[in-house]
C-alpha cells in the first residue's frame, strides 16, 4: 500500500511535468513572434527605436512572458535530456540541479534587464 | 543502477529512419536554442548598458560569424516549432500511422525552411 502511494506520488510529478511541458509550448507560439522582432530590432534598429518598441507595454510583456514561458520550457526539455543520457544517479541529480539554477539565474537577470530599462528608459512615472 | 549492466544493442549501428533523424533533431535544437536563450540575455544587457553599448554590439553582431549564428538559431527555432506542433497533434491522439508520420517528418522540414526563408526575406527587405 505504502509503495502504491509513492508510485502514485511520482506519477503525478510526471503529469505535471508533462503538462507544464505542453502548456509553456503552446503559449511559446505565439510569443515567437515577439522574440523575431525583437532579434530583428536588437540587429538592425537605431538605440531610441530598439528602447521605443521595448517599452511599449504590450511588447515588454511579451518579452517577459516568454523570457519566463521558455526558461521553463527548457529547463523541464534538459531535464528530460539529461534524465536519459546520464545514468549515474548523483551525477544526474547535479547535472539537472545545475541546469535548474543555469536557467533561474538567466531568466532573473533577462527580467532584471527588463524592468531596469522600464525604470530607465519607460515612461511610466517611477522613473523621475 | 549497475555500472555494467545489459545494454541494448548500439544506435550507432543503424541507420535512423527519416522519423528518427528528426527526433533526435528537436531534441538537439531543443538543446542548441536553450543555450542560445544565453546570447539572447546577453543581447537585452547590451540594450540595458546604453546606447554606446547598444552600437558596439550591433557592430559585432554584423559579422558573419554572428549572422550564422543568429540564422542557425531561427532555423533551429522554427524546427523545433515544427515538431513541437507535430508532438502536440501526438498528444490528442492523432497521427500515430506510418504514411502520416512521414508525411508530417517531411512537412515539417519543409514548412522550417519555408518559415526561415519567409522571415529572411522580410528582415532583408525592411518590410518587418
Excluded at chain 1, 108 to 124: K, R
Excluded at chain 2, 19 to 42: E, K
Aim: charge should be positive.
Amino acid at each position: 500500500m505504502i509503495d502504491k502511494t509513492a508510485d502514485r506520488k511520482s506519477a503525478s510529478h510526471a503529469t505535471r511535468h508533462f503538462r507544464h511541458q505542453r502548456i509553456t509550448a503552446v503559449l511559446l507560439i505565439p510569443l515567437s513572434v515577439w522574440i523575431l522582432l525583437f532579434l530583428h530590432k536588437a540587429m538592425t534598429a537605431p538605440y531610441a527605436d530598439m528602447l521605443s518598441w521595448l517599452v511599449s507595454p504590450v511588447n515588454a510583456g511579451a518579452i517577459a512572458l516568454w523570457i519566463i514561458a521558455v526558461t521553463y520550457h527548457a529547463a523541464l526539455g534538459l531535464q528530460v535530456v539529461i534524465e536519459d543520457y546520464v545514468s549515474v544517479i548523483p551525477l544526474r541529480r547535479g547535472a539537472i540541479y545545475a541546469s535548474h539554477m543555469f536557467f533561474l539565474i538567466l531568466a532573473v537577470a533577462a527580467l532584471a534587464a527588463i524592468v531596469f530599462i522600464l525604470y530607465t528608459q519607460g515612461n511610466y512615472g517611477f522613473g523621475l | 543502477m549497475l555500472a555494467n549492466r545489459p545494454v541494448s544493442p548500439h544506435l550507432q549501428v543503424y541507420r535512423l529512419p527519416l522519423t528518427g533523424l528528426i527526433s533526435i533533431t528537436h531534441r538537439i535544437t531543443g538543446v542548441m536554442l536553450s543555450l542560445g536563450f544565453a546570447l539572447f540575455v546577453s543581447i537585452l544587457l547590451g540594450i540595458a548598458l546604453g546606447a554606446s553599448v547598444y552600437q558596439q554590439m550591433q557592430a559585432f553582431l554584423r559579422l558573419w560569424p554572428c549572422q550564422l549564428v543568429y540564422w542557425a538559431f531561427i532555423y533551429a527555432l522554427f524546427f523545433h516549432l515544427c515538431h513541437g506542433v507535430r508532438h502536440l497533434i501526438w498528444d490528442i491522439g492523432k497521427g500515430f500511422e506510418r504514411n502520416t508520420l512521414i508525411l508530417f517528418a517531411i512537412s515539417e522540414i519543409i514548412g522550417s525552411l519555408v518559415l526561415t526563408g519567409t522571415i529572411f526575406f522580410l528582415f532583408d527587405r525592411g518590410i518587418l
